[in-house]
Each structure stands twice: as C-alpha cells, then as structure tokens.
C-alpha cells in the first residue's frame, strides 16, 4: 500500500522516513517529490510497505505527529491520473 506524506521539512532525507516508518512494518519504496535543480526535498513523498494492516496502523500513529519540526501528514495515496 502506498502512503502520501505531506509537510516534510525541506532538510528530510529518505533515511530519516525509513527509520520514522520501520517500526510499522516493512518498507518496500520510497520516492521523495524533489526540486529538479536544488534536488531539495518539495515537502512530500510516498512510501510503500508491503503489509495493508501495518500501513494503517503507520497511518494512525503518524498522522498529524511532528516530524522534524513539522506536523506531517500522512495517508492512503491516491493513484496516479
């Protein structure tokens, strides 16, 4: 299942998100939205784990929490048009 994050903080590594996910569940993808010249990260991202129950469970905890200085948000992706 995929999972959108919102409201990074423009430092965020893919690192940093792994570790902030992991107790979760495993993780089977990242793909940070970045700028295409700085390469900094745009403030969201969508990571996959492999388990559907363990993706809401990350959903539920996560949601809302600071992360990084930043209240994230966190859920299901919608697919891509």
Do not use: C, H, W
């Not at 996910?21 to 700028?35: Q, V």
């Not at 388990?51 to 891509?80: H, Y």
């Amino acid at each position: 299942m995929d999972l959108y994050i919102n409201n990074l903080a423009a430092g965020t590594e893919e690192i940093q998100l792994k570790e902030l996910f992991e107790p979760f569940g495993e993780i089977s993808g990242i793909k940070m939205n970045r700028a295409s010249f700085t390469k900094m990260n745009k403030g969201n991202a969508v990571l996959s784990m492999r388990n559907s129950a363990e993706a809401r469970e990350a959903i539920t905890a996560l949601n809302g929490k600071s992360f990084n200085g930043k209240k994230i948000t966190v859920n299901i992706a919608l697919p891509r048009l």
